[in-house]
């Protein structure tokens, strides 16, 4: 059968539009494809997965079931080799090729390895995928140090998986405090301090010049050299300093592309029949009102509804999202959102107390950015109000008290949404 809809990509935007599809399509072709073997799982789960505390069983999106229950032709292991877009056609490696009459790019991201000497020895990672994970874990048996390269969201969830494991870690971050890109000093500094409890090495303002080899196997991982020429003994090095939007197919294409592939509020890149979703796309942020990359799970799925929902022909726009992070690491719960380190003309409202830091940012006198760092409780209601656009003059001061909710809201200013839990912003 000759596929209506070919989907690239088999993780949270995929899935959400080949659902959104069926909502609007029963009939219609679908076909999903994918290089990696398994079907779609939680890649946010992974450290989970290499701390030993999931199986993939415990890490499926959906059930096994899943594309038979929704007649999907799911080619999983199976890469993209090009596209050749005035022919509508997806090229698969291996000369095969199959037609679409909607195409959806759900490609996300590549993980970014910087030129390091010796980064081709036996015993250096990336961590973005399952397979990452299973491949790391035979390296462990021994519990050699590790070090880090990146102190972001995925240097975190990895160091906190090999504290479980009882691996030691040193983490080495080129900037000068960890978690740069999601939050404010104030609350990297706590952070730092509870990486520090958990016998974490924080390396910060240095980067690795080059990985070392053994003395007596000189193929395999031994060390690493830095920038000030401070050696450290390790068994592996994890390259985790961010990712990439993964645009290769799209390169010298008619399809547009910034930092991203560039799509509008319906999810529609430039050239016709064709859209694009999750982090590999610019799509609508909405405390900046532009298209911009917000590379997180929620917005990834949200955004392949819409583009679903716009394929099967359902008009509708996507109402936007924003960079928004939850995440516990070494029991430390912390948000961010929106704009952490506000620009000129904000006004910032700060608390601190002991382990415990709020942060709201407003412009205007509606928020655009926020920290909660210790004390996360009310990071939803105040995240409700910033994506519900609220004008919060009226109570802005009660904002970042210690008992601020919902009753500080006057009733007429309430909507249905305010009351988000962190675990709802950041599934």
């Known amino acids: 059968m000759v596929p209506k809809y070919v989907i690239v990509g088999n993780s949270a935007g995929g899935i959400g539009a080949a659902e959104a599809i069926r909502e609007v399509d029963s009939e219609g072709s679908i076909c999903i494809i994918s290089d990696e073997p398994f079907p779609v799982y939680s890649r946010p789960l992974i450290s989970e997965f290499l701390a030993g505390e999931r199986t993939l069983d415990g890490m499926l999106y959906r059930p096994r079931d899943f594309y038979q229950q929704n007649a999907i032709e799911a080619l999983l292991g199976q890469k993209v080799a090009g596209i050749d877009f005035p022919g509508a056609r997806v090229v698969l490696e291996g000369s095969e090729s199959l037609p679409w009459e909607r195409l959806l790019l759900a490609t996300g991201g590549t993980p970014i390895v910087p030129n390091i000497a010796g980064r081709d020895k036996e015993g250096v990672f990336t961590f973005t995928t399952l397979e990452d994970a299973r491949r790391m874990e035979r390296f462990l048996e021994g519990k050699p140090r590790v070090v880090v390269i990146g102190g972001g969201l995925i240097g975190m969830s990895l160091a906190s998986a090999l504290v479980k494991r009882g691996v030691g870690v040193v983490m080495v971050e080129l900037l000068d405090r960890v978690l740069g890109a999601v939050l ?244």
């Open 184 to 427: 404010d000093e104030p609350a990297s500094r706590l952070v730092e301090g509870v990486l520090r409890e958990a016998g974490i090495e924080l390396i910060t303002g240095q980067a690795v010049r080059e990985i070392t080899g053994k003395s007596f196997e000189e193929g395999r991982v031994g060390g690493v050299v830095l920038q000030d020429g401070r050696q450290l003994s390790c068994g592996l090095v994890v390259i985790a300093i961010g990712g990439a939007p993964r645009t290769e197919l799209v390169k010298n294409s008619p399809v547009k592309v910034n930092r991203g592939i560039v799509v509008d509020r319906h999810m529609a890149t430039s050239y016709p029949h064709v859209y694009a979703c999750g982090d590999v796309a610019e799509g609508y942020d909405f405390v900046y009102g532009t298209g911009r990359l917000t590379p997180i799970w929620p917005n990834a799925y949200l955004g392949g509804r819409i583009a679903g929902y716009n394929m099967a022909g359902k008009q509708t726009l996507y109402p936007g999202g924003t960079a928004a992070n939850s995440f516990k690491y070494f029991g430390y719960p912390l948000v961010s959102a929106g704009m952490v380190n506000p620009q000129d003309g904000c006004e910032v409202l700060v608390s601190r107390q002991d382990r415990s830091y709020r942060k709201v940012v407003l412009k205007d006198d509606h928020i655009v950015g926020l920290v909660f760092a210790g004390d996360i409780q009310q990071a939803g209601v105040a995240f409700g109000l910033m994506r519900e656009g609220v004008n919060v003059r009226p109570f802005k001061d009660a904002l970042v008290r210690d008992d601020f909710g919902l009753t500080f809201i006057p009733q007429g200013l309430r909507r249905a949404g305010l009351g988000v839990s962190p675990r709802e912003m950041v599934p």
